[in-house]
């Protein structure tokens, strides 16, 4: 019985990363960064919490964001998360909060069959032009039917500003302590490095490049552009080449809510789509 639900686990596992690029992996994380072909690592805002705890020194408001996610048209793939961001210490308009920024999140990943949940405690503080960032995730998978397993995962990140405001840099490495999951063929949670830059020749216009390597699987390499057409509108659209999915999107900001949806597809798989909902609980 025993070894039957290992080998469930390390199957399920397996056709869940290969072919929905998501178990228990770092994922994707609302659906601006969706839009961008997940090439995120080096962007600021709430979602950052999942995407590059890093950016969360830089979150000079509290913050909250709700995101769900259909991948390829299948409740079995449903992903939903909350998150929340509050600077600590003193907060002024041209300067990052002084003692750092934390961050949570709840997160939800599967159906009944199988599922993913975790709890994640993130900060995030900038000094200069460097930021850093740490996080800890309880990460719980379940089978009907066959029990559940629950693991601890450690994560890092890190951004710096080469050229001020204009040439970012970000990278990220989730499960730092290669958490196991079962010792059966020593399954454990993906250990995945992000690394990227992020070129924004202007205000308006932010163009990422990105790479993904999970220790057991090629490189993804992934690419996304960001216009602010109108101060309420914003473009997107991205690629990742290792899901060989092609993405676009859409931002709609409406006083202290911002909006975000996108949709992916991939070329055997079929359509997925994200929504995002932020909001600023105080007003600049």
């Given amino acids: 019985m025993l070894n039957g639900y290992l080998s469930l686990v390390s199957l399920f596992l397996s056709v869940t990363i290969s072919i929905a690029s998501a178990g228990n992996g770092p994922g994707v994380r609302g659906a601006r960064a969706a839009a961008l072909g997940n090439a995120s690592v080096t962007i600021t805002d709430v979602w950052a919490v999942g995407n590059n705890v890093a950016g969360l020194g830089q979150v000079s408001q509290t913050s909250f964001g709700f995101y769900a996610e259909n991948r ?8 939903v998360a909350l998150v929340v961001a509050t600077p600590m210490g003193a907060v002024h308009t041209e300067k990052p909060p002084s003692r750092g920024v934390i961050g949570f999140e709840a997160q939800r990943f599967g159906n009944n069959l199988y599922a993913e949940q975790r ?3 993130g900060y995030g503080y900038r000094g200069g032009q460097i930021s850093v960032g740490g996080r800890v995730d309880v990460l719980q998978v379940s089978i009907q039917g066959l029990g559940s397993k629950r693991v601890v995962a450690a994560s890092l990140g890190g951004q710096a500003e080469l050229i001020p405001d204009r040439l970012i840099f970000g990278g990220y490495l989730y499960n730092l302590n290669q958490a196991r999951l079962a010792a059966y063929e020593d399954e454990r949670v993906p250990t995945v490095l992000k690394a990227g830059l992020s070129y924004r020749p202007t205000s308006k216009l932010m163009l990422n490049v990105e790479t993904e390597k999970d220790v057991e699987q090629d ?8 216009y602010q057409l109108l101060e309420a509108l914003t ?5 990742a080449s290792l899901v060989e999915q092609a993405t ?3 931002g709609f900001k409406a006083g202290r809510f911002q909006i975000d ?3 992916a597809w991939q070329s055997a798989l079929g359509l997925s789509q994200h929504v995002g909902v932020s909001l600023q609980w105080a007003k600049k």
């Fill in 219 to 226: 490189a993804d390499f992934k690419a996304g552009i960001e």
């Fill in 235 to 239: 473009l997107r659209a991205g690629f």
């Fill in 248 to 250: 676009a999107g859409v």
């Fill in 72 to 79: 390829y048209l299948s409740s079995a793939f449903n992903n």
């Fill in 119 to 121: 709890l994640g405690l």
């Fill in 261 to 263: 949806y996108a949709a």
